[in-house]
C-alpha cells in the first residue's frame, strides 16, 4: 500500500440528555411544574426535537458534530486543533450526571468562537477523554501548543 494511511476509529458517540436536562436543571424543575398548565409539555417537545437534532462522534482523530432534522449540517474539528477543553456543571447538574462542555480551538471553522455541547451525560469523564485523545493527536501529528501573546510582539 501506498503512503501511511491509518484508518480512523471511532471513540464515542452521544446526544444531549432530554431526561437528565429535566432532573438536572432549574429551568428543567420549572418545565416539569409547569406541566401542571400545559406549557411544560411543549416546551419538552421542543428540547427534545432540540436534542435529537444534533449528535456528537468523537474518534481518535476529529471531534464530529451532526446538526439538523430537516436542513442537516456536518461540522468537524481536528483533535490536534483543540486548545482548551472546559466543563460547567451546577449542583443539580452533578446529581442527574450532566454538564456543558465547552471546546476552544484553532479551526476555522469555529472561527476561534467556543462550540459548545450542552446536557451531556457523563460530561466531566467525557472531557476527561477528549483531552487524552487531543494529546495523543498531536503526538501524532508533533505539533505543540504555542500561545503568543499580542502585548508581547510589541515589546
Given amino acids: 500500500m501506498v503512503g501511511s494511511y491509518t484508518?480512523?476509529?471511532p471513540v464515542d458517540s452521544f446526544r444531549s440528555s432530554t431526561n437528565r436536562w429535566l432532573l438536572g436543571s432549574f429551568l428543567?424543575?420549572?418545565t416539569i411544574l409547569s406541566c401542571v398548565i400545559?406549557?411544560?409539555l411543549v416546551i419538552i417537545a421542543i428540547r427534545w426535537l432540540q436534542n435529537m437534532s444534533a449528535a456528537y462522534e468523537i474518534t481518535d482523530q476529529r471531534l464530529i458534530v451532526r446538526r439538523?432534522?430537516?436542513m442537516k449540517s456536518i461540522d468537524e474539528?481536528?483533535?490536534y486543533r483543540i486548545k482548551d477543553v472546559r466543563v460547567d456543571f451546577s449542583l443539580l447538574?452533578?446529581?442527574a450526571d450532566i454538564g456543558t462542555i465547552t471546546i476552544t480551538s484553532s479551526d476555522r471553522t469555529t472561527g476561534n468562537a467556543s462550540f459548545v455541547l450542552r446536557d451531556v451525560p457523563a460530561a466531566r469523564e467525557r472531557?476527561?477523554?477528549i483531552r487524552k485523545l487531543v494529546d495523543r493527536a498531536r503526538q501524532r501529528r508533533g505539533v505543540r501548543e504555542?500561545?503568543?501573546d499580542a502585548e508581547d510582539d510589541f515589546r
Fill in 77 to 79: 474539528i481536528e483533535l
Fill in 28 to 30: 428543567g424543575w420549572m
Fill in 38 to 40: 400545559g406549557v411544560g
Fill in 146 to 148: 504555542l500561545d503568543v
Fill in 93 to 95: 447538574n452533578q446529581m
Fill in 68 to 70: 439538523g432534522l430537516v
Fill in 127 to 129: 472531557r476527561e477523554g
Fill in 7 to 9: 484508518t480512523e476509529r
